[in-house]
């Protein structure tokens, strides 16, 4: 029997009928069960720069900083004059004055800035990730302005302000801020090599830039590219988002346009996470893989991208390292690009049956593989009964591994691997560091060995276990530091 076309369409589009009716439940369900938004989820801040406002209204950095000026006063406005003060709001980052208040310090590196050098050896951009802020990148750009470099860590339009920010803002309108920040390097340096640093959701703007760069002369080229674990490819689950997303604005479903809440404690990062900013991370790391794939069939062209250096830990729970080799290191010509990965202490995984998974099989993989066109460096044990850590190198197109090197730098007794949002910060970090800063009115969100009865902490059990800083952050700095001379010159 032969259906009419309609009666056949709906027979073939059942099942997927079906599924977004259960996904439209799991949404619906979620939205009345999540815990209820507070002002500084809900309030827009329209004093934000857009990607329209390029050239028409902002043509140039002092006038990105002016208006980020006016946003960040609309933010007191808005946000901190609608928050209580006193002890119970200690830990709240949007009470004045508290333990927790970015505002209580300057500078305030919530905010874009600029590290100048007497005599400028080049210029650097810092693109910090998604939810994060330019203190991200802080210590890096600090090492780097004492190297002689000019740094700029931007502001990323929807960042450093209020979780609400992530609500609105789109890929597009921190791409066209990045385009800002290279254009302020280029027209202060001239023709002295200019580089960009990307972390997470940075690195994929930092090679939408490059990208961009190929095709328009007006662009400045980069030099070379950092990218410090980078945000190359997201679960495709994550383009729901968007449909998520737009679900809350549906009357009581308004928590739909978080994929988390929590209490906003951290004073450089939003620990809710828009649904949005989920869609945004999708939609720009789908744009470069799609445009690498794209340029890697034809020989050669892909090549006309700048160097790149990629640090990154095997273990990442963001992105994994199959994604950093197949869609973007794979690519690319001989000689020109390095990965370089750390990897889980030895010394406790050898004595754990409790991992999930354990990275080493994809290390010892590409260690091993002789047709990688990058060279590789591994931050690993020297043995399986030391913390002490070596570098293990090979060259592309080898599978000769060089001797161990030591790096004079061990694991903590208590740390089993870094994470995705450890690497650039040092161990001395006043807020991610290994131990409390000396001044306790600060809030410390580090080593946080809290124990006690589960459930009584309003904070996960998953965000207290995050490893928060980089135990061989030293290597970090000297490596970037010896790449961006080296690609520099």
């Not at 990629?310 to 390095?338: C, M, P, Q």
């Amino acid at each position: 029997m032969t259906l009419p076309l309609s009666d056949r369409t709906l027979s073939l589009s059942a099942p997927g009928l079906i599924a977004a009716v259960v996904i439209l439940l799991m949404f619906v369900i979620q939205g009345c069960s999540s815990p209820p938004l507070e002002h500084w989820h809900t309030e827009r801040l329209t004093e934000e720069f857009t990607a329209d406002m390029l050239d028409d209204q902002v043509s140039s950095f002092d006038e990105y900083l002016a208006l980020e000026q006016r946003l960040f006063t609309q933010l007191d406005e808005k946000v901190y004059a609608k928050t209580g003060t006193g002890p119970e709001h200690a830990l709240q980052r949007y009470s004045r004055g508290s333990m927790a208040d970015p505002t209580a310090r300057q500078p305030d590196w919530n905010r874009s800035f600029e590290l100048s050098s007497s005599v400028a050896v080049g210029g650097v951009l810092l693109l910090h990730g998604m939810s994060d802020s330019p203190y991200s990148l802080r210590a890096l750009g600090e090492a780097l302005s004492k190297q002689g470099y000019l740094v700029v860590g931007l502001r990323a339009p929807g960042h450093g302000t209020a979780p609400s920010g992530l609500r609105y803002a789109s890929w597009q309108d921190m791409a066209a801020a990045v385009k800002l920040g290279m254009r302020h390097l280029s027209q202060v340096l001239g023709s002295k090599p200019l580089h960009i640093i990307g972390y997470s959701t940075g690195a994929s703007l930092a090679l939408d830039y490059a990208l961009e760069a190929l095709e328009d002369n007006e662009l400045m080229a980069p030099s070379s590219l950092v990218l410090i674990s980078p945000a190359i490819r997201v679960h495709s689950a994550a383009a729901i988002a968007g449909f998520k997303d737009a679900l809350s604005a549906i009357p009581g479903l308004d928590s739909l346009a978080y994929l988390a809440v929590m209490d906003e404690f951290d004073p450089y990062k939003f620990n809710s996470f828009a649904t949005n900013a989920g869609a945004q991370v999708h939609r720009v790391t789908s744009s470069v893989d799609r445009r690498i794939r794209e340029m890697s069939a034809v020989p050669g062209a892909v090549d006309r991208l700048p160097p790149l250096l990629v640090l990154k830990s095997a273990v990442d729970s963001t992105v994994t390292t199959d994604a950093v080799v197949d869609n973007l290191l794979i690519h690319f010509s001989a000689g020109r690009n390095e990965l370089v990965l750390f990897d889980i202490n030895r010394n406790s995984a050898v004595k754990s049956t409790l991992m999930v998974s354990d990275p080493g099989p994809l290390t010892i993989r590409l260690l091993n593989d002789g047709n990688l066109p990058f060279a590789l460096s591994v931050v690993t044990n020297e043995h399986e009964h030391s913390t002490d850590v070596v570098l293990r190198h090979k060259d592309p197109y080898s599978a000769k591994v060089s001797q161990a090197d030591p790096l004079g730098l061990a694991w903590p007794r208590e740390v089993i691997s870094l994470s995705h949002v450890a690497l650039p910060f040092p161990p001395d970090d006043p807020v991610y560091g290994r131990y409390p800063p000396e001044d306790n009115r600060r809030v410390y969100l580090g080593f946080l060995g809290l124990k006690g009865e589960q459930g009584l902490l309003s904070i996960p059990a998953a965000w207290l276990l995050r490893m928060r800083y980089n135990p061989f952050y030293p290597y970090l700095e000297s490596r970037v530091i010896g790449w961006l001379d080296e690609t520099g010159s």
